[in-house]
């Protein structure tokens, strides 16, 4: 069965029973309903590229959002995990797109996120280079700014700290006393972060 006949047989069970002498108007429904479903689906597939694409993720706590006026999108404000303050961009309000994110940002405002991100690249000014901004095209509840953290998401955020030596993201691990397995404190996670940013600033110091 090929994409068209899947996206009626929707619409038609979307539309409900056609009731006698209506069928005119039911038919119109189920045309609508199903371009309607064609849209939304090349949207998603475009959305999924996105998000698959946007390999650089980061978490943290979504303390605030923002509008920007001259650009009319909104500024999401995140205390990333042994990192600070980073803020990214939406897509502009006008867009679906940037729309559902800003609404999204505005749920999940005190919550600990994942945020899928990417660099876009803006249009040169007269005598400058072009700029570059991150920007968010994804949000993940994480769940509660002062729970645990995921294990994955621990690991992830250990080994990207200590610029992918796995090694040394083990070491620092286990020198934390963070559990082996299951979900992490938080409060912990970032304690054991903080130490390699310490010692990243020691190393500097050196130099």
């Known amino acids: 069965m090929n994409a068209p006949h899947q996206l009626i047989i929707a619409a038609a069970q979307a539309a409900g029973p056609c009731r006698p002498g209506l069928e ?29 694409a946007a390999k650089d993720r980061v978490r943290g706590v ?5 509008v920007e006026d001259s650009s009319n999108r909104a500024i999401i404000y995140i205390r990333a995990l042994g990192r600070g303050e ?68 621990a690991k992830d955020m250990m080994v990207e ?19 082996e397995s299951g979900p992490v404190p938080q409060e912990d996670l970032e304690l054991a972060l903080a130490t390699v940013g310490a010692s990243k600033e020691d190393e500097g110091n050196q130099d």
């Open 24 to 52: 005119a108007a039911w038919h119109s429904r189920v045309r609508e309903l199903a371009l309607n479903l064609y849209l939304d689906s090349t949207q998603l597939a475009t959305d999924i590229a996105r998000v698959d």
């Open 62 to 66: 979504l303390t605030r959002v923002e």
């Open 86 to 153: 980073e803020r990214f961009r939406t897509d502009r309000l006008e867009n679906d797109s940037g729309k559902a994110l800003h609404a999204s940002a505005q749920r999940l405002v005190g919550r600990l996120v994942r945020v899928y991100k990417e660099i876009e690249t803006t249009k040169a000014r007269q005598g400058e280079p072009p700029g570059k901004v991150r920007m968010a095209v994804h949000l993940v509840d994480l769940g509660p700014a002062d729970g645990a953290v995921a294990e994955k998401d």
């Open 161 to 179: 700290a200590v610029a992918g030596d796995t090694d040394r993201a083990v070491a620092v691990w286990r020198a934390a006393g963070l559990p």
